[in-house]
Structures are given as structure tokens and as C-alpha cells.
């Protein structure tokens, strides 16, 4: 069995300030991670994945997560918000080599000028 | 390359009417999804397809009748629409079992 909780429904930062969205997660396996970002009335875009490799994975746009596998965390960060990150970023995980992803509620990003 | 590609975009219904969404991909991906996102629940499975004539079910399948007769084309049915299935669908393809999945930009069903 595996889930997400993603810490926080939603997150608001000034432009120009570092970014932090909170994902733990509970698998049965070793697992796969990702997060993806959805932009209002858009599709699901892959923001990056970790597959157990490096636990530090940069993915698009400046963000990154670093996995921890003691703390069963995938958090995911940005140094410094655009305004264009303004969007909702789902925390998803699978177990390797398997098709059923298993989704975090979603954090809503608002970012002040 | 579209990758994946939904229609229609928008869509009202009203109770016990039908309708098909349709999924294309332009990926040659083997295994197709189809998701619904409703708010504050993150994205469900419906049903997947691991390959041309191949359909299962997902997470929340009932209600919903799933066909692949091609390879590229993954069609989601409502044959009795029901208020609570007003939802945002999203379709989705992946090579493998694992990989990355590409979503498409979603269609938007209100059931009145």
C-alpha cells in the first residue's frame, strides 16, 4: 500500500523568496517520486522524479527535492519564486516499475508581487 | 507532437444522457489512463489500458466503460450520467509500467 500527504493546502511567498512545499510519503516498496505542477485550467506538467538514484533531484524551472528516506519526505523547494510558479503542485508515489501513482491532495502556490 | 490530445474540452450534461471522451496520444506509449480530479482529492484512476485491446479498472471504475481499440485512442464512456460524476477527466500515457506519465490538458464535465 503506499500514500502522500502533502503537508500544506496552500502556500503564499513574495516573489523573489524561497519556496517550500512539504510532501511525506508511506510505500510497501521502494518507490518511485515525483511531483507535477498543474497551471490554472492546464494539464499536469512533470516538475521532476527520483527513481533512487542521487536523493538531491533537480528538476525544471529551478526546483528541486531531496529524498529522505528516514523521514520518508520528498519536499520540494525553490531558492527563489517567480511569479509564473503560481500554480498547484502535486507530491505523487509509485512503487518502481509500476503504473498506479498515488496522488497528494495538491498545495495551492500564490505568489506576491 | 501534440502528445496527449482530449475532446472535447468543455462539456454539460444533464442527468442519464451519454457521452465519450477521447484520449490520443502521438507518443506510441503502451499504456494509457484515465484520471478524475476533483477538488481537495488530488487525481483518482478510473481505468488504464496496458496495451491495444487491453482495458482495466482503476481506483473509482464504476460508472465509466473504457475502450482501446487502437493503439493511440483511449475512449472514457458515461453511458447514464450522474451530478456526481461532474469532474475534470484527465487522460494520460506512459511508455512503461512506471515511467513517466504525460497528461493531457483535461475536459471539464459539469452533469446538471
Known amino acids: 500500500a503506499q500514500s502522500v500527504t502533502q503537508l500544506d493546502s496552500h502556500v503564499s511567498v513574495s516573489e523573489g523568496t524561497p519556496v517550500l512545499l512539504r510532501c511525506n510519503y508511506s510505500?510497501?516498496?521502494?518507490?518511485?517520486l515525483f511531483w507535477y505542477v498543474q497551471h490554472p485550467n492546464k494539464g499536469l506538467q512533470l516538475l521532476l522524479k527520483y527513481t533512487s538514484a542521487a536523493t538531491l533531484v533537480k528538476g525544471i524551472n529551478g526546483f528541486e527535492a531531496e529524498f529522505k528516506k528516514s523521514e520518508t519526505s520528498f519536499h520540494l523547494t525553490k531558492p527563489s519564486a517567480h511569479m509564473s510558479d503560481a500554480a498547484e503542485y502535486f507530491c505523487?508515489?509509485?512503487?518502481?516499475?509500476?503504473?498506479?501513482?498515488?496522488f497528494g491532495a495538491g498545495t495551492t502556490v500564490t505568489v506576491r508581487a | 507532437n501534440a502528445g496527449v490530445t482530449q475532446t472535447p474540452k468543455f462539456r454539460v450534461l444533464k442527468t442519464g444522457q451519454s457521452m465519450t471522451l477521447l484520449c490520443a496520444q502521438d507518443?506510441?506509449?503502451?499504456?494509457m489512463y484515465w484520471y478524475r480530479q476533483d477538488p481537495g482529492m488530488g487525481l483518482r484512476l478510473i481505468h488504464y489500458s496496458v496495451g491495444e485491446g487491453t482495458t482495466a479498472k482503476g481506483e473509482v471504475p464504476d460508472g465509466y466503460n473504457v475502450s482501446r481499440l487502437k493503439k493511440q485512442n483511449f475512449l472514457l464512456g458515461l453511458e447514464s450520467a450522474a451530478p456526481s460524476q461532474t469532474s475534470v477527466y484527465f487522460c494520460?500515457?506512459?511508455?512503461?509500467?512506471?515511467?513517466?506519465?504525460?497528461f493531457g490538458p483535461g475536459t471539464r464535465l459539469l452533469v446538471l
Open positions: 494520460a500515457s506512459s511508455q512503461l509500467a512506471g515511467e513517466t506519465q504525460y
Open positions: 507518443m506510441n506509449h503502451e499504456y
Open positions: 505523487v508515489v509509485s512503487p518502481t516499475n509500476d503504473y498506479k501513482l498515488s
Open positions: 510505500s510497501s516498496y521502494s518507490p518511485s
